[in-house]
Structures are given as C-alpha cells and as structure tokens.
C-alpha cells in the first residue's frame, strides 16, 4: 500500500510508477492519494507500508523520511508583467500585487512561514486549492503567485503564458521523497520500491536520515 498527496500523484509520482512497473514487472502498487496527516496516521497504523509526499512537511517524529528531490519555489507572474523588467524583485514588490494563494498540501502555511519572516504580508486576492485556477488567475493579469517549479508549466489551459522569477529574498525549496513508520519492517516489495527511487535520484545507501533532528533541519513547509 503505498499513500501519496495530491501535488506528488498529479505533478509527480505518474512518470515514476511506469518506471517502476517496467523495472519491477511483478511489484503489485496500490495507490491511495491523501493528505499528510492521514499518511503520517496510516504509515504508524500499518495501513500504508510507505509514502510519497512533501517531506518538507513531515511533522510526527515515529515518521521517517528522505528527500529525493528540492524543487525551487518562484514568483508566477503573466507575461509582460512589469517585473520581469526590474533587476530585483521582492516580497515588498509581491506584496502591493494581488496574490493568488494555493492551499492544497499545506501550500497556504509554508507561504505564510516565509512571509512572517518579511515585514510584509501577501494581499491575497483568492484563496484555492486547484494549480490550475492559480494557474489561469495568474496568467490572466488576475494577480501573482509564489509556488515550486514542479508544478509550474508556461501556459495556461486558456493558452494564456506565464514566467517566474527569482525572489531576491530566500524562499524555501519544496521537498518531495518517501516517508515510512520508524518501526516499519521492510518486506521485498517495500525495498523495491525505495531502490528505485534511490536509483532514480542518484541516492546512495548511507544518506537515509531517520533522525529527528532530521526533521528539524528539513523542516520547511510548501
């Protein structure tokens, strides 16, 4: 049973279980799409044997977890926008924009951990838990948005283009990998399962950190 968020099994995880099927012909996945707390409760009750999510949000330290890959989080704005013109852009620029806030997979907390940071605050505009609204509101002129290059992509479903730009302030990455119950015995399936990913991200053996102070030092919200 393997237990993946909403952002990882759309932007993700589809490309990886073809792999996956190819390279394990017999490995039998059952995938079940839900959000973190769930996971964290089904990977400790034993209704899930392994997870893949955002680990930068990993909180129950009986959870263990390793990132596979850091996607950079960028300003969205449509084309022509003012600021693709300017040297540096910040969150003091963002912040007299509208802004479209995503809240799917705790989105909406880890904008607000680094904005507390700031002296300013987003002017939201909209709050949604669909990419593809913020998506469209942004490419429109509707407003502007922070979010991970892992589910940016230059069009709109209405053909309208949007770019990104690097924030001059630092912006945490989104973490994706796998997350398992630190008492969790690993059958066959499950190693083949955590092989394949660490074959597919170049991960050697010895980076596997189950520590919590692990947790500590990744624990930056998407």
Do not use: C
């Amino acid at each position: 049973m393997v237990a993946a968020t909403y952002t990882v099994i759309g932007y993700f995880l589809p490309d990886h279980l073809q792999r996956l099927q190819r390279a394990f012909p017999g490995l039998d996945i059952q995938l079940h799409e839900v959000n973190r707390e769930a996971i964290e409760e089904g990977l400790l009750d034993e209704r899930y044997d392994i997870a893949v999510l955002l680990t930068s949000n990993v909180r129950d330290p009986q959870i263990a977890s390793e990132t596979m890959m850091s996607s950079t989080r960028r300003l969205w704005v449509p084309s022509r926008h003012p600021f693709l013109k300017k040297a540096r852009v910040g969150l003091a620029d963002v912040a007299r924009e509208p802004y479209i806030m995503l809240t799917v997979d705790e989105a909406a907390n880890t904008s607000l951990s680094y904005w507390s940071t700031s002296h300013y605050s987003p002017n939201v505009k909209l709050r949604t838990s669909s990419v593809e609204a913020v998506r469209s509101m942004v490419a429109s002129g509707q407003g502007v948005a922070i979010l991970s290059d892992m589910v940016y992509r230059p069009w709109s479903l209405e053909g309208q283009r949007l770019e990104t730009i690097v924030l001059q302030e630092p912006i945490p990455a989104m973490n994706v990998g796998l997350a398992w119950a630190r008492h969790a015995r690993f059958n066959k399936a499950m190693e083949a399962f955590r092989a394949y990913f660490r074959q597919a991200f170049h991960i050697p053996q010895m980076r596997t950190d189950t520590s919590p102070a692990a947790h500590v030092r990744s624990a930056h919200h998407p």
